[in-house]
């Protein structure tokens, strides 16, 4: 019953596919105990090199233009969309929630990621609506970089 696509899945790192330098772990079946898949568990070095990776393409990816950026969101939702069908099993499986509400889950995804995809062209220092009369809130745009 295992999802074939996530089952020994490796992990993405620095834009290739690398083993974990730790074991993998299974993820079971809550109901049944079954094993659905085997995932990487990532150690603290796995996460360093990630951390790297991602310092480093920080660079590139903040000199790309607002449309560039836009367009490789809009990639990301193609893929959710794509996949829409295995994301909706693998979430149900993982979780042990209706089909149902996974398809929903998986279904808002891609208006969020349309929202995010469509603000980032648009973010700039602006004034915003204020919770507190009399008062105005002012939205700059700072990258915070790499969070892990």
């Known amino acids: 019953m ?5 089952s020994n899945a490796a992990m993405f790192v620095d834009g290739a596919w ?13 109901a049944t105990g079954e094993v ?5 568990q990532g150690s603290r070095d796995d996460a360093q090199r990630a951390i790297e990776a991602a310092n480093r393409a920080a660079d590139r990816w903040s000199r790309a233009t607002a449309f560039d950026r836009a367009a490789a969101m809009h990639r990301v939702a193609d893929a959710v969309e794509d996949r829409r069908e295995e994301l909706t099993h ?4 993982d979780q042990g929630k209706p089909l149902r509400e996974s ?31 009399g008062k105005r809130v002012l939205l700059v ?3 915070r970089g790499v969070i892990a």
Do not use: Y
């Open 141 to 143: 745009r700072r990258p």
């Open 103 to 133: 398809r929903d889950e998986v279904r808002g995804a891609r208006p969020v990621l349309a929202q995010c995809r469509e603000d980032g062209k648009r973010l700039e220092g602006r004034l915003a609506n204020s919770f507190t009369p």
């Open 90 to 93: 693998t979430l149900t499986l």
């Open 18 to 30: 690398t083993s974990p330098r730790r074991a993998r772990r299974s993820r079971r079946l809550s």
């Open 36 to 40: 659905i898949a085997e995932v990487p």
């Open 2 to 6: 295992a999802s074939e696509s996530f």
